[in-house]
């Protein structure tokens, strides 16, 4: 089995002999965003952290992706909150890419290494610390709830990379495999995070086009993706962020399997305007 590997933000500065010439796009269905620009003097602060810094990937855009936020988390040794959430109504997931950190979701605490993954449903009270003595960096995706009335609401999900075995894609001899951290057919949760897996030479074999949103976190591995009408080179590192009906494909290109984290919305109808 291929090692397993987490990219992480960068931080720093580039040295003043860098090039700008980048990889940095914007366009009115994707952004592409390098993990060349993940450095110190992008990030944010939010109240009622300490000793955290964020890198703020996705956020609702009108016009654009307009369901989910998506935070990079860097937390110093000591540093978290007791708060970090300060909206009603909002579902939660984490998927750590650095360190150990202390989830503690209604009072149960949990410790997440490297692909450690958590689900926490909207109104309910958790904090986040980093005990360790490493940095950690944890992905924070943030979605407001779409109730549905007689359909329960979600229970926390507290699992693994590790712990959950992919499932292979039909007709593709085992190049292509989604690791599901939530059950597909739980009318319960509006929103899916998986990782998906493509072995080398492994392909997405046409141009997907659909209703939901995505954010694509490279977490290892190169791979060219089709990104609308464009095709764009990915490494490990890297964010993709889709609009609805953003065609899509990609190829996997080695030496080792490219795996990203995904996002999108799901079992909900669509929202009508009267």
């Not at 894609?169 to 998986?194: I, Q």
């Not at 990104?227 to 190829?251: H, K, T």
Request: charged fraction near 20%; glycine fraction near 10%; aromatic fraction near 10%.
């Amino acid at each position: 089995m291929n090692t397993r590997t987490y990219a992480t933000a960068p931080g720093g500065l580039p040295p003043q002999t860098q090039i700008m010439t980048d990889r940095a796009v914007f366009t009115d269905a994707y952004a592409v965003i390098p993990r060349g620009t993940l450095r110190d003097i992008v990030t944010s602060a939010l109240p009622f952290w300490t000793g955290a810094r964020f890198w703020v990937l996705a956020r609702p855009m009108t016009g654009f992706a307009e369901t989910f936020s998506q935070y990079i988390v860097e937390m110093d040794p000591g540093g978290g909150s007791d708060r970090p959430e300060t909206a009603q109504g909002i579902e939660a997931a984490l998927f750590v890419t650095q360190g150990a950190v202390t989830v503690t979701i209604a009072g149960a605490e949990h410790v997440l290494e490297p692909g450690g993954f958590a689900y926490i449903p909207p109104n309910v009270e958790w904090t986040l610390w980093n005990r360790g003595q490493e940095t950690g960096q944890v992905h924070w995706i943030r979605k407001r709830y779409i109730g549905v009335d007689g359909v329960d609401q979600p229970d926390p999900i507290i699992t693994s990379d590790r712990d959950v075995a992919p499932t292979q894609m039909p007709d593709c001899d085992g190049v292509w495999a989604t690791t599901r951290f939530v059950d597909p057919t739980d009318m319960r949760h509006d929103m899916h995070v998986t990782i998906v897996t493509l072995q080398p030479g492994g392909v997405i074999p046409f141009a997907e086009t659909h209703v939901m949103e995505h954010g694509l976190f490279v977490l290892q591995g190169k791979g060219v993706y089709r990104l609308n009408a464009d095709w764009v080179e990915v490494e490990a590192g890297d964010f993709m962020w889709l609009r609805a009906f953003c065609p899509q494909a990609c190829y996997a290109g080695g030496p080792g399997p490219f795996r990203y984290l995904l996002y999108k919305d799901v079992n909900r109808h669509m929202p009508l305007t009267l």
